[in-house]
């Protein structure tokens, strides 16, 4: 009787880096959300993702989670990112690596940070460590964006999102309150609070601080609150507004920290960069998007298209460009663009 061996392939235990490694979007910033796994013989028997910024990485997490430490010595380590092999907020994880003897890493994709890129798989392999790179590397750099655009560009990743109406308003002409008018539906609104537990940042102008008295947390949803970032030229608001709450970090860019009169898109990308900013969502209103437009400073579009029309408002930012795919929620259309740049 023959009998079969299963052979699973190194690209399914990466694809698992991938998913646990999104537990870390927003807690993990401005560290990369990294995913791992370790494996015996085609069996999971560890897997971890990165703390909360300061915490652990995935691997020490993930060598830490497998109860018989004895079988790490004939384990694979796979991570979604090569493994830091520096000092910072923790001691290098290729150290770790070694201590334990573990003889083969897979790695989706290199790290770009300068004192990382590829000094960790060269650390690994003087250890006598057979390491295999480039597994998934797509899927790996599409979900660890943020973190390779922060390295890469020297700015944030960053993502405009707005809800229009039928007609193409953002906002009406007059109403009665300081509050928000609700173009979307409460389902869309549930995961704008989701992507908000899941950026570093979220940026609006003073415009709608004032017109909507904003509270920017996540409240929808269980999640963290992105650190509150608003371009207030004058910086004058009063500090009763729901944004200065002491939910989360909040911070004010105005006239000392940017020139209002030039590339204004530009400056606050270099002025979260300089914060360590990795991503920043920004809601507008439409000025403060337009600046990004105009400026060719994004990397997603998320626009939100409800049933309601306005006879007269605030229009929706100009732009053109093909939306990367469409998603039907409750009423409302969700257009999801990227630049192509």
């Not at 500090?239 to 606050?268: C, G, P, R, W, Y």
Request: some cysteine.
């Amino acid at each position: 009787m023959k009998i079969k061996i299963l052979i699973i392939e190194d690209s399914t235990f990466i694809k698992r880096c991938i998913e646990i490694g999104k537990n870390g979007f927003g807690t993990a910033a401005p560290n990369p959300a990294v995913g791992s796994v370790v494996v015996v013989d085609g069996q999971i028997i560890g897997e971890g993702w990165t703390s909360a910024y300061g915490g652990a990485h995935a691997e020490v997490n993930a060598i830490a989670s497998v109860k018989n430490k004895s079988l790490l010595a004939k384990s694979t380590l796979y991570v979604s990112l090569e493994p830091c092999c520096h000092h910072g907020k923790t001691p290098p994880c290729t150290d770790l690596i070694i201590k334990h003897k573990i003889q083969r890493v897979v790695i989706g994709c290199i790290d770009s940070n300068t004192k990382v890129s590829g000094k960790g798989v060269a650390a690994l392999e003087a250890a006598g460590c057979k390491v295999k790179v480039g597994i998934e590397e797509e899927l790996c750099k599409e979900h660890h964006r943020r973190f390779l655009t922060f390295q890469n560009k020297k700015r944030p990743y960053v993502i405009l999102k707005w809800a229009e109406t039928k007609n193409g308003f953002i906002a009406p002409k007059k109403k009665k309150n300081r509050t928000p008018v609700w173009i979307s539906s409460s389902e869309s609104r549930q995961l704008v609070h989701q992507w908000r537990s899941e950026e570093h940042a979220i940026l609006v102008g003073g415009n709608t601080v004032l017109d909507d008295n904003p509270s920017l947390t996540t409240r929808m949803i269980s999640g963290r609150n992105p650190i509150r970032i608003v371009v207030d030229q004058k910086g004058t608001l009063p500090k009763s507004l729901a944004v200065f709450s002491e939910d989360a970090k909040t911070h004010v860019l105005s006239n000392n920290d940017i020139n209002f009169n030039n590339e204004i898109a530009k400056q606050i990308c270099n002025k979260l960069y300089e914060m360590s900013i990795l991503s920043v969502l920004i809601e507008g209103g439409q000025k403060t998007l337009q600046y990004f437009i105009d400026e060719n400073l994004w990397d997603e579009m998320r626009v939100f298209k409800g049933p309601t029309e306005f006879t007269a408002g605030t229009k929706s930012p100009v732009f053109k460009d093909t939306p990367r795919h469409k998603v039907s929620i409750a009423d409302d259309e969700l257009c999801i663009y990227r630049n192509k740049k």
